[in-house]
Structure formats: structure tokens, C-alpha cells
């Protein structure tokens, strides 16, 4: 006869494989897109001030060229938040 457990087993909860691998999945996808994801986004927002440049040079009277600046502007400060912990110790 075996001795009996000191935890009764509805104490337990049972576990399914597919419970468990789901958030394990999903936890390493994140970790696997998370560091290239803030490599490019950093980079972008450091190459993106040198786009600036010819379009304020060509000046903004052309409307064009005045949404094409503020949608690198807005592109800009979005790669800002997402690559601001690249390489981050």
C-alpha cells in the first residue's frame, strides 16, 4: 500500500497540455519579435530626421509635401515609443 499524499488530491487542479502551451506560446512569440521589432523601430527613428530635410528645404507650400511631412513626423514619434528600449541593458 502506498502512504498517502499529504495534499488531498482536489487540492490539484488539473491541468490540460493546451492551457499550459497557450500563454507559453504566446509569451515566447512575443520575446522572439520584441527585440528585432525595437532594432528596426530605433533605427527608423533615427534615419527618419534626414528625410526631413529636403521636404522643409522644398518648403511646405505644396500640400503634398506638407502631408507627406507630418506623416513621417507621426511615423517618427511612433518608432520613437516602440524602439525606445532598444539596447537597454
Do not use: C
Request: hydrophobic share 45%.
Amino acid at each position: 500500500m502506498s502512504n498517502p499524499s499529504p495534499l488531498p488530491n482536489e487540492s490539484v487542479a488539473p491541468s490540460s497540455p493546451e492551457a499550459e502551451t497557450q500563454p507559453e506560446l504566446r509569451h515566447r512569440l512575443v520575446r522572439s519579435i520584441k527585440g528585432p521589432t525595437q532594432f528596426l523601430s530605433f533605427w527608423v527613428a533615427i534615419a527618419l530626421p534626414f528625410i526631413y530635410f529636403p521636404l522643409l528645404t522644398q518648403g511646405l507650400g505644396d500640400p503634398t509635401v506638407t502631408l507627406t511631412f507630418f506623416v513621417l513626423l507621426l511615423v517618427n514619434v511612433f518608432a520613437l515609443y516602440l524602439g525606445h528600449g532598444y539596447n537597454r541593458s
